[in-house]
């Protein structure tokens, strides 16, 4: 928008009013010229002060203020009714296909504008094995550009519904960093995540500690609860897990021929689970009928907003980098302006708002913006794009100027002046947000690379980053394995076990765009804002840019929309 790429925002009533004028444009520029050097938004009395002071400005009594050239389609109905949606003027025709499956209900839309000549198409599986297609069309920058400065985009109304909205964050450990690198400060992680996993394992075994199964008789059954210390494979092809408590240590054999087996390549090192069989006739190893994991119970019932109300789930927009998509990031804001996207009270963020500086080798070659506080107020004009009734949530990522270990604390003061201009709530990574009742895991992923590399590709992969995410939900934990590619802070609590079932759970950092429900959590990672950089060439990563995955919050039915 014109009045986003001078530096302002603007509330609903006062972009009607502009839109609303015979030359919208003239208008902006009468406005901004009488605006205050220090304001950074637009009021509807600022802009009638204008009109009524110029009369060159005039106002035609027949004009539309719903006049979006973007092409947009409403999405397919899912589940159960919802309100009507009308789309905004030029809509092209609904390519949005409804793949409804056990796992949920996903439709993707094309809200590009359309070039037939470049025209392809795209596939995303769910985890079932659905197939969603998507037209994938390329838009022109300029012309976008062009046309969002000559046609002003109709404001959605939210104001109605604004108190309605309950939105609560807890886990948030920024300012609350206990560790200080200690030995001692480790033990305490360790422990702390032993006894919060131990608890939800207990009701399933029948458990003893380490020291009293080390006293036990041979042949008696036993269960064990202990964080895995260490796991390898014998002579004979079996596998010894040996699991550690507050107690000691005890070793656990998975015969090979046993109905177990085929998930020991799922164990990683230093997670919680529970092994339970027979003790050998010496009394020295456990042989292990079941492994247990503290996992997502199958009875798990997730719980629904009581309106209709969405959220845009999004991650990874890497603004000072030279492949950010600058075109299809204004498309996605000028959306959100739309009477279509009304429903979209929330903005969920996952991190790696800015490239970053000295992240990866020679990142500086393929950086537009070299200096790290220019990206940030970059990323902030950006923002305000955004219109400022949408509550906004963002953590941190890798990318980010805060401490690689996780949990990652949210940005300093200095950071979060540079973005305060839409009254973001920033937290740290992960964090668990709440809202309307449904609770959003938000994680920004950098142990999806963890998980990758140690599990079978048909178990996790870059291609179904959802796959990787259940494994974490299964385990309880977002970075479960210590001193791979996941850098972990000591601290008194370990924020990264998942204590609380979340109803979403939501990731990025792969630039991957998958989703699909484990026992009723839906886990989404949604892609990125960024084209394929050189460095992601050399390592094979081809990344899914510009969609914005639309969740709605009262049937947790999801939408994925493009941009790009």
């Known amino acids: 928008m014109e009045l986003t790429e001078r530096g302002f925002n603007a509330d609903r009533e006062a972009i009607t009013l502009i839109a609303g004028t015979d030359d919208p444009r003239a208008t902006i520029e009468a406005v901004t010229e009488r605006a205050d050097d220090d304001a950074l938004r637009i009021t509807s009395d600022q802009v009638r002060s204008t009109i009524e002071s110029d009369p060159s400005i005039s106002t035609g009594s027949n004009r539309s203020t719903n006049t979006s050239t973007e092409s947009v389609s409403p999405p397919e109905t899912m589940g159960s009714a919802k309100t009507d949606r009308s789309p905004v003027s030029d809509a092209s025709d609904d390519v949005s296909t409804d793949a409804s499956t056990d796992e949920g209900n996903v439709a993707v839309d094309d809200t590009t504008e359309s070039d037939p000549s470049t025209s392809d198409s795209r596939s ?10 998507a037209s994938n069309t390329a838009a022109s920058t300029t012309a976008s550009n062009a046309s969002r400065s000559e046609t002003a985009t109709s404001d959605a109304d939210r104001s109605d519904t604004a108190h309605l909205r309950d939105l609560e964050i807890a886990n948030d450990m920024t300012g609350h960093s206990t560790g ?8 305490r992680t360790f422990r702390d ?14 458990h003893r500690p380490a020291s009293a199964i080390a006293e036990m008789p041979g042949g008696s059954d036993a269960a064990m609860i202990g964080l895995v210390n260490d796991v ?38 230093d997670e919680c689970i529970a092994v339970d069989g027979t003790l050998a006739d010496d009394a020295g190893i456990l042989f292990a009928d079941a492994v247990h994991f503290p996992d997502v119970p199958r009875t798990f019932q997730p719980s629904y907003a009581d309106r209709h109300v969405q959220a845009a789930l999004i991650s990874d927009v890497h603004v000072g980098s030279q492949e950010f998509m600058r075109g299809a990031w204004e498309s996605f804001a000028d959306w959100l302006h739309t009477e279509e996207a009304e429903p979209v009270e929330y903005l969920l963020l996952a991190g790696d708002m800015v490239e970053g500086v000295g992240v990866y080798p020679d990142q500086d070659e393929e950086l537009d913006i070299v200096d790290i506080y220019e990206q940030y107020e970059r990323f902030s004009e950006h923002l305000k794009a955004v219109p400022d009734d949408i509550e906004i949530v ?32 920033i937290v740290s990574n992960p964090a668990a ?17 963890e998980v990758i590399a140690e599990l079978p590709a048909e178990k996790a992969s870059y291609d179904d980053p959802h796959k990787a995410m259940y494994h974490l939900l299964k385990k309880r934990h977002v970075a479960p394995q210590f001193g791979g590619h996941t850098r972990v802070a000591p601290e008194e609590r370990d924020h990264l076990v998942i204590e609380d079932v979340p109803e979403v759970f939501h990731t990025g950092h792969v630039h991957k765009l998958g989703w699909g429900k ?7 990672n949604s892609g990125c804002w960024q084209e394929q950089t050189d460095f992601q060439k050399s390592v094979n990563i081809d990344p899914d840019c510009g969609f914005a995955p639309i969740l709605d919050l009262d049937t947790l039915d999801m939408t994925v929309r493009k941009f790009a």
């Open 518 to 524: 484990y026992h009723n959590v839906l886990a989404v």
């Open 180 to 187: 200080t690198g200690e030995y001692a400060d480790f033990v």
């Open 193 to 206: 995540r032993y006894e919060r996993l131990s608890k939800i394992l207990r009701g399933r075994v029948n």
């Open 433 to 449: 947000v709440t809202i309307e009742g449904v609770s959003v895991l938000m994680y920004h992923g950098v142990s999806l690379d």
């Open 124 to 133: 995303d599986t769910d985890s079932t094995g659905s197939t969603t297609t």
């Open 232 to 269: 390898r494979s014998t002579r004979s092809g079996h596998w010894l897990v040996e699991l550690e408590d507050t107690t000691g240590t005890f070793p656990a054999l998975i015969m090979k021929d046993k109905g177990i087996a085929d998930v020991v390549d799922e164990i990683l090192l």
């Open 394 to 425: 963002m953590i941190p990522g890798n990318h980010d100027a805060v401490r690689l270990a996780e949990p990652q604390p949210a940005f300093d003061e200095d950071l979060r002046e540079l973005m305060s201009a839409h009254d973001s709530r």
